[in-house]
């Protein structure tokens, strides 16, 4: 079996700052998954976009499945209509490769609890 590589997909910002908790979060992720890499691709204004980043866990990683996690609240026009468009793109530059694509993190019932725990915690 092949490497399963997760992609954390985010709009992008001009301020570098913007993508600190990101690479914070991909750090997290990294340190429980052994072998099995974790990279970041933004849609627009900052580096990598998605499909340079399938492209380096396909090439450089040998990943044979990857998943793309959006980092988006909810479903805008980006996850609903550009993200479906660059991931096609994606799979027809690896045919190879299962490439799959999760709902969006705020679409998650746990990530809820866990930004309504977090809002409670403010007012403590």
Not at 28 to 47: D, I, N, S
Not at 67 to 88: A, E, I, K, M, S
Request: charged fraction near 25%.
């Amino acid at each position: 079996m092949g490497k399963h590589g997760i992609v954390l997909f985010g709009h992008g910002a001009r301020d570098a700052r913007w993508k600190e908790p990101f690479e914070r979060l991909a750090v997290k992720l990294r340190a429980t998954r052994g072998e099995q890499p974790v990279v970041l691709a933004f849609l627009e204004l900052m580096e990598p976009d998605l499909p340079a980043a399938v492209a380096s866990l396909v090439d450089d990683e040998d990943c044979d499945a990857v998943t793309v996690v959006p980092v988006f609240f909810g479903q805008g026009g980006h996850v609903r209509r550009d993200l479906p468009l660059v991931l096609n793109k994606c799979r027809e530059a690896h045919p190879e490769v299962v490439i799959d694509c999760a709902v969006p993190v705020g679409e998650d019932d746990a990530v809820l609890d866990a930004v309504a725990e977090y809002c409670l915690r403010q007012v403590s």
